[in-house]
């Protein structure tokens, strides 16, 4: 399945062994560019907050640079004011966004994301774990 991931996914998988780090590599997973930055800028914090060996965590960080596939801002940049209008929340807005552009679901364990709008469908991780 295809989905546009949320980076709160990531980091959740980052921390620790879950049933999100299972399923992480059983779809084709789109996200905006940028998200890669935001991992990089709190590395250091991930890295002092979880169980995973620095080699574990490296290596999985890479594999999510290799397996993510990112779409640049200029591309989204058509469905952006759509998707603030249907946004419950403003950080959510760049997923929204290429979800709208791929004609793809959300991977978010954002409850109001989920249940505030209905222009996406957003998949928990329980749900992914559950269809597999």
């Known amino acids: 399945m295809d989905l546009v991931i949320d980076s709160n996914i990531l980091f ?20 905006p560019e940028f998200i890669f930055e ?3 800028k709190y590395k250091d914090y991930l890295k002092g907050k979880t169980k ?13 640079e290799r397996n ?9 940049e058509p469905f952006i004011e759509k998707a ?23 991977w978010s364990n954002d409850r109001d994301l989920k249940e505030k709008q209905n222009a996406v469908q957003v998949y928990s991780t329980e749900e992914l774990i559950r269809m597999d």
């Not at 995973?52 to 999510?64: A, G, I």
């Not at 993510?68 to 989204?76: N, R």
């Not at 209008?85 to 760049?94: G, W």
């Open 12 to 31: 959740a998988a980052l921390l620790k062994e879950s049933g999100t780090s299972d399923i992480l590599f059983k779809h084709t997973l789109y996200a």
């Open 38 to 40: 935001e991992f990089r």
């Open 52 to 64: 995973r060996t620095e080699e574990n965590f490296n290596e999985l960080f890479d594999l999510f």
């Open 68 to 76: 993510v596939i990112l779409i640049p801002k200029e591309e989204i």
């Open 84 to 106: 603030k209008k249907i946004s419950p929340d403003a950080k959510d807005v760049p997923y929204l966004a290429l979800a709208l552009k791929l004609r793809c679901s959300l």
